[in-house]
């Protein structure tokens, strides 16, 4: 399988002060574990270009871009909520964060290549479409999805979020459009604590217990995503790929292992292989403990390319 590794330097320089989880060290691991195994060598290497302004207000409102926009400090740090700092390089960092989803829709969509991993920051689960919150300033996975059906002319898509915090910014984006199933897992109650609505053909969320497990996760993905999937049949899947459901990653109180993580990557890959043509974008989320971070985002790309 053919898959893009995208990221840009930019991505690292997005500064969220000393002791903020979502920091720049994230990326690193991530880097030093493909470096070590020797997957970076088998990789596609793409640099995620700058998002531009059509490809944003497609998911984002124009009073969000320019808020956003306008809060970016000359020097220091400024605070867009009490979870979400930004520093002078943090705008570039986003641009190029959702510019990677673009990058990677075009090298997919085309089959160019089969799949792509976005690893990026900051993260995008969290933005809704007039509201930066939890770490994210845009939503990368929303701005790829609406790329692919405006731009690529797909005429379905399916987004999964495996993240531990729900990705309320993604659904409150595409609420109402039946172009776009949406399924998640999250703990609840939990941050961002925001409404749980119901479900229906187009939405599929399974809240978590805290103290949900394997077995719990697993049965969330194969009794709930699955049916629904199978029915949607999405012609692309996109992937919020948040690994702090980990039991060694102290975000959530959920306790995923590493083989959960490749589990939930297996059955995507199935699903794509069936309905998509194989054909898979994924967006870094959450994961905050380096070492369980490194690993499971290895594992998710080896499944990406059938290694």
């Not at 829709?105 to 007039?130: I, K, M, Q, W, Y």
Request: net charge negative; aromatic share 8%.
């Amino acid at each position: 399988m053919r898959t893009a590794y995208i990221t840009h330097p930019a991505c690292q320089q997005h500064d969220t002060g000393p002791l903020h989880p979502e920091c720049a060290s994230r990326l690193n691991a991530i880097d030093d574990q493909l470096i070590s195994t020797g997957l970076r060598d088998v990789l596609r290497h793409v640099d995620a270009p700058e998002v531009n302004a059509d490809e944003l207000l497609r998911v984002h409102t124009l009073e969000h871009v320019e808020t956003v926009s306008a809060m970016i400090p000359d020097s220091g740090y400024a605070r867009l909520d009490p979870d979400t700092i930004v520093s002078p390089s943090s705008l570039v960092a986003a641009y190029r964060a959702a510019g990677a989803a673009v990058a990677a829709v075009d090298l997919v969509a085309t089959g160019e290549l089969d799949s792509a991993f976005c690893a990026v920051r900051p993260p995008g689960h969290h933005a809704e479409s007039n509201r930066a919150m939890g770490f994210c300033l845009f939503n990368n996975i929303a701005v790829g999805a609406a790329h692919a059906l405006e731009a690529h002319g797909v005429g379905k898509v399916a987004i999964l979020d495996f993240d531990v915090h729900q990705g309320n910014g993604t659904e409150e984006i595409f609420a109402g459009d039946d172009r776009v199933l949406f399924c998640s897992t999250f703990q609840h109650p939990f941050f961002p604590f925001t409404p749980v609505p119901p479900n229906n053909a187009n939405r599929v969320n399974v809240t978590l217990d805290a103290t949900a497990r394997s077995e719990e996760f697993r049965a969330a993905v194969t009794d709930h995503w699955m049916p629904a999937l199978e029915r949607f049949r999405p012609e692309m899947i996109f992937v919020s790929a948040g690994f702090d459901a980990h039991v060694d990653d102290d975000m959530s109180h959920v306790s995923l292992t590493d083989a959960d993580f490749r589990w939930v990557a297996e059955r995507i890959v199935d699903v794509a292989s069936r309905f998509a043509s194989g054909r898979i974008v994924a967006t870094l989320e959450g994961g905050y403990e380096l070492k369980s971070l490194a690993r499971c985002v290895e594992a998710h790309l080896r499944i990406l390319m059938g290694v």
